[in-house]
């Protein structure tokens, strides 16, 4: 595994969580990470250059060199990125995962040649720290060995299942976005201590502590969150005065709206057009056997598929 090349197209904060990730974990040599963006985003480059990365303006160098490549790229010119990605593609390598919210293994299959072995992940940014929570679908052509590299891969990154398709969009709007959510928690936690006059500094540690602790406690304990909840609020105590307020202001009920709300937006998104192959041209077949000379991709700014997609994109 120390020697598996993956290549990153996209270089952004996902691609960053992941690349840290797995340095840090063993699971791959800096060296043998490649990752490509336009030269607008150079800044992105320098700091994956920063880990020990190579890097690339263009897509097709990092696809062509690696055993795997992560589609680490706004969904709304994910279609327009794998078909330029076509003629490093083939059923043999490499393999293709992509992260990018919403889009389908069937969009994924569709832009590349046929055959090739796609994956859809739904990670999550604190695979940075190890602590990341991932599940995984796998394409038509996609092997067991492939599932097991992808797991494997995930694995030295925090949790990882492998799921039903069907699975991907809910888990985007509740691990994939859930990070955001509990920082707004911790963040307004430690509010609350510094509204009580306590430092911000140690505030802000018992609050992310806290976090931690209690997700720790659910994850080791197997114990139902209720359990563990009732274990907290002593009769007559301060904690059910607390979790009152919480039941009142409607904490349960937003957070189900939040994930219900990521996760429709998620299956909107990820609804991306195809750039259509080229046609043949017109007239008799050549008598050349030379193959055509694909144009060399390189890795600028994409223009935006269309206007409402891309503005929902850059939010
Ligand atoms: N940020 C997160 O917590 C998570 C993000 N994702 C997915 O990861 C993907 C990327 O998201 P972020 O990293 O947050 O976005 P980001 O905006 O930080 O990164 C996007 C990257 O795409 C690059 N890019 C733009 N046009 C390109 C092109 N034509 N060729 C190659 N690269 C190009 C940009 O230079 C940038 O490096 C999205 O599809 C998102 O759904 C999935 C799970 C969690
Ligand atoms: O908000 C986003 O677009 C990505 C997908 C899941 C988390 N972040």
Excluded: W
């Excluded at 840090?24 to 700091?47: N, T």
């Excluded at 602590?131 to 949790?159: I, P, Y």
Aim: charged share 15%; proline share 10%; glycine share 8%.
């Amino acid at each position: 595994m120390a020697s598996l090349k993956i290549g990153f197209i996209g270089a952004g904060n996902m691609a960053q969580a992941l690349a840290k990730g797995f340095i840090s974990s063993g699971l791959a040599q800096p060296q043998h990470l490649v990752a490509a963006c336009p030269p607008a985003d150079r800044h992105l480059l320098q700091q994956m250059e920063s880990l020990g990365c190579a890097t690339t303006h263009e897509n097709r160098e990092a696809a062509a060199t690696s055993d795997v490549v992560v589609m680490c790229v706004k969904p709304v010119i994910m279609g327009r990125v794998l078909h330029d990605l076509r003629p490093c593609v083939t059923s043999t390598r490499p393999l293709v995962t992509s992260v990018a919210l919403g889009v389908t293994l069937a969009t994924m299959e569709a832009a590349l040649p046929p055959r090739a072995r796609v994956v859809r992940i739904m990670p999550n940014t604190p695979a940075l720290v190890q602590l990341g929570a991932s599940v995984f679908s796998r394409g038509n052509h996609a092997t067991q060995a492939d599932a097991e590299l992808t797991h494997r891969m995930l694995t030295a990154v925090g949790q990882c299942d492998e799921v039903p398709e069907s699975f991907l969009d809910a888990v985007t709007g509740l691990s994939g976005a859930g990070p955001a959510y509990m920082y707004l928690v911790v963040e307004a936690l430690a509010d609350g201590g510094v509204r009580m006059g306590l430092p911000r500094g140690l505030a802000q540690r018992l609050a992310a502590q806290t976090m931690m602790g209690a997700a720790k406690m659910v994850l080791s304990t197997g114990k139902h969150p209720g359990q563990l909840k009732d274990e907290v609020c002593s009769p007559g105590g301060c904690t059910i005065q607390g979790v009152q307020v919480l039941e009142d202001a409607g904490l349960r009920s937003a957070l189900i709206s939040a994930v219900h709300t990521a996760a429709a937006a998620s299956v909107t998104m990820g609804k991306v057009p195809l750039p259509s192959p080229p046609l043949p041209p017109p007239g008799p077949p050549p008598l050349s056997a030379t193959p055509p000379v694909a144009p060399v991709f390189t890795a600028t700014a994409t223009t935006p598929l269309s206007q409402p997609q891309h503005a929902a994109a850059q939010r």
